[in-house]
């Protein structure tokens, strides 16, 4: 794992509302949710001190590895929040008006990690889940493809550090998003989804 102190490297949206006017796709954007200063200190107390773990799971009859660290959280198991996980829960609660029990923590080594398209599994997070994440670190693609309906253009958002991002309603039931490899040269992204567990 690549550790450095050069978070000036990272880029920070300018703090903005974004709304998205697609098909049945329940989407918020705000970049600069967390300031540059607290971003900062985020990435790199989550980098150095969250207990990352490889994770293995079956596809096509094969364990593989999948290709970024998670760490998990919830609030009723003994892996309890940490302060500052609890510091981003209310403030990202404040903000959708939605409540969350669980936060998977996501590293991005660099362009070699990635998530290939997938909707998250509704056995967990129930029928229309929302699904607050925060960004800390390198800025990737965040992609976003409709299920059913080809004509609806695929949609691709930069997550910039401080970035948080919200999919409720229809979006899960709707459409896949992905987060793809890169051949460019990448720094490490950390990304925090919290999520209502039922």
Known sequence: MLLFSDTELFTAGKKKLHNFDFPELNLYQQDGFVTKNMADYYYHHFLNNTPWQEHKMEMYKKTIVVPRKIAWYENEKENKFTPELLTLKHQVEEKTGFEYNAVL??????????????????????????????????????????????????????????????????TNENWEHEIPKSKKPMLPRINLTFRQIK
């Open 105 to 170: 923590l996501n590293l991005y080594r660099d362009g070699n990690d990635g998530v290939s398209w997938h909707s998250d599994k509704e056995d967990k997070s129930g029928e229309k889940p929302a699904i607050a994440s925060v960004s800390f670190g390198q800025t990737r693609l965040f992609r976003l493809r409709h299920k059913f309906r080809k004509e609806v253009p695929q949609l691709e958002i930069p997550l910039h550090h401080g970035t948080l991002l919200l999919m409720h309603g229809y």
